[in-house]
């Protein structure tokens, strides 16, 4: 199975590249943007060696999906998606924090919470919480966005006060959040699923706001089954989930968390399909929709590259 981990096209107009832990960037005329969302799959901020067949796929294809699907409730900014792993759209000044939305207290909120943090991001946590409980309603939790390293947990007051966001803009932002959150959430118990927690970016482009990168993908969000969710619960069991956090505790139970002295443990080809399988159930029970495995087929680079000039050339 093939897997793309690198690009290096040249586009007309093109200004600059920038090359992500998962998405490459490439700028039309600081006009444009071109995310190609690879098959490169990165967990606590480093990019594992091998990349997962069709993930790129998967990842663009439900972020355009809900894109399409939330465009009532705030401006974003795709145009187009040429290509099964390519969005083009609208160039913004993105906003230097994340905006990250919990309903239950799980994942890092959760390892945190083990460690007797009571106050995340702002928000006050009540003692006595367990794993895989659901907040009285959802709790945001912002982070900074880090060129490297580790994303930091900010609150809406310091975020305020170092001037990352103004208050007028941060009072819009989080009320997209909810509100996306909301329809995310709508949308995934139509399909069996929660959706646990997720994250947004915003950017600004001549003074309006817009919701950029990805959303309400297997990379950005965490889905639970609602099927069993509240017998597990109660029985203090592990809930049946579709995000990336299976591979993360992959790495854990392989002593894997990059921190100093760890080694990464070795990606096997099996490994990766069978991530890859999960990455497709994923987007199967997300979307209600078959995936297309043909795009396989042939150069994916090659695609790719056709795909955007002629949409480029078009406009």
């Known amino acids: 199975m093939k897997a793309l981990t690198t690009t290096d096209f040249h586009f007309n107009g093109q200004k600059s590249v920038y090359h992500g832990k998962v998405r490459d960037v490439y700028n ?3 006009d444009l943007m071109v ?10 901020d480093v990019v594992l060696p091998k990349g997962i067949p069709f993930k790129g796929q998967v990842l663009n294809q439900i972020a355009a999906k809900f894109l399409d699907a939330t465009a009532d409730i705030c401006p974003n900014w795709k145009l187009a998606t040429p ?17 990250i939305i919990r309903s239950i207290l ?14 995340l991001c702002g928000v006050k946590l009540p003692d006595g919480m367990r794993e895989n409980q659901r907040f009285p309603e959802p709790i945001v939790t912002p982070t900074t966005k880090a060129d490297e390293g580790h994303d930091l947990n900010i609150s809406k007051e310091e975020i305020i006060r170092q001037g990352l ?4 803009d ?18 995934a118990a139509k399909q ?18 817009y919701l950029i990168d990805e959303i309400h993908t297997p990379d950005s969000s965490r889905y639970f089954y609602a099927e069993g969710y509240e017998e597990k619960f109660k029985a203090g069991q592990p809930q049946r989930q579709l995000s990336k956090e299976f591979v993360r505790q992959w790495l854990i139970e392989h002593h894997f968390m990059n921190e100093p002295g760890q080694k990464m443990p070795e990606i096997t080809d099996e490994y990766a399909n069978s991530v890859s399988e999960r990455y497709i159930e994923l987007y199967e029970h ?30």
């Open 192 to 209: 069996g699923l929660i959706l646990v927690d997720t994250k947004y970016e915003f950017g600004k482009r001549d003074g309006k706001i």
């Open 28 to 30: 039309i005329n600081d």
């Open 106 to 119: 799980t994942g890092s909120a959760w390892r945190a919470y083990q460690e007797g943090c009571r106050d």
């Open 35 to 44: 995310m190609v969302a690879t098959d490169r799959i990165s967990a606590f």
């Open 83 to 99: 290509d099964p792993m390519v969005t083009v759209g609208l160039k913004c000044e993105g906003f230097r924090v994340e905006m």
């Open 170 to 187: 941060y009072e819009v932002i989080e009320d997209y959040t909810r509100r996306l959150f909301k329809r995310g959430q709508e949308i």
């Open 165 to 168: 966001v103004s208050k007028e």
């Open 286 to 315: 997300i979307t209600g929709e078959k995936f297309d495995r043909t795009t396989e087929e042939g150069d994916i680079a090659t695609r790719i590259e056709q795909h955007v000039t002629a949409y480029l050339q078009s406009r």
